[in-house]
């Protein structure tokens, strides 16, 4: 089983996903919103408690995390560039590879091995389930999940 991860301002969404790239499936979906965002160091450790859960109670065998490149101010690093090195540091704990990937890479078809000209969030759409919050980050988290397989 594959994690995937994409953050967002004070909160990240999850998308396990097992099976292979032409059979692949959804195994659960999360969106984590973060209540300690008035601490830096009660944040801090929230997304650790976090992370850590999610890899414990799933064993997922590789995390893909999506990276910002315009981390350009304070509440772009907190939001970020903070959660990203607390990820890498709990892979590293457990012994799991992580994987940073771009908007830009999910956007190939080639990743997914799909015709010229497809949208892959318009692809990854068929495999939605009933949450909340589907658009964008639901949608980041299952591709950067699925360019694992």
């Given at each position: ?30 969106i ?41 101010n ?22 799991l ?53």
């Open positions: 089983m594959i994690l995937g991860i994409c953050l967002e301002s004070e909160a990240f969404q999850a998308a396990l996903v097992s099976g292979s790239k032409t059979a692949p499936k959804l195994e659960q979906r999360y984590c919103k973060n209540p300690e965002t008035a601490n830096l160091a009660r944040s801090a450790s929230w997304y650790e408690n976090r992370f850590f859960q999610l890899i414990d109670n799933h064993s997922p065998t590789e995390i893909v995390a999506k990276i910002h490149y315009d981390v350009k304070q509440a772009g690093l907190i939001n970020h560039g903070f959660p990203l090195g607390i990820l890498a540091k709990c892979c590293h704990v457990r012994g590879e992580l994987t940073l990937v771009t908007v830009q890479k999910l956007k190939g078809v080639t990743l997914f091995s799909l015709p010229k000209g497809t949208s892959t969030y318009e692809w990854i759409d068929q495999y939605k389930d009933t949450q909340p919050y589907w658009k964008n980050s639901g949608r980041i988290a299952t591709l950067a999940a699925l360019s694992k397989l």
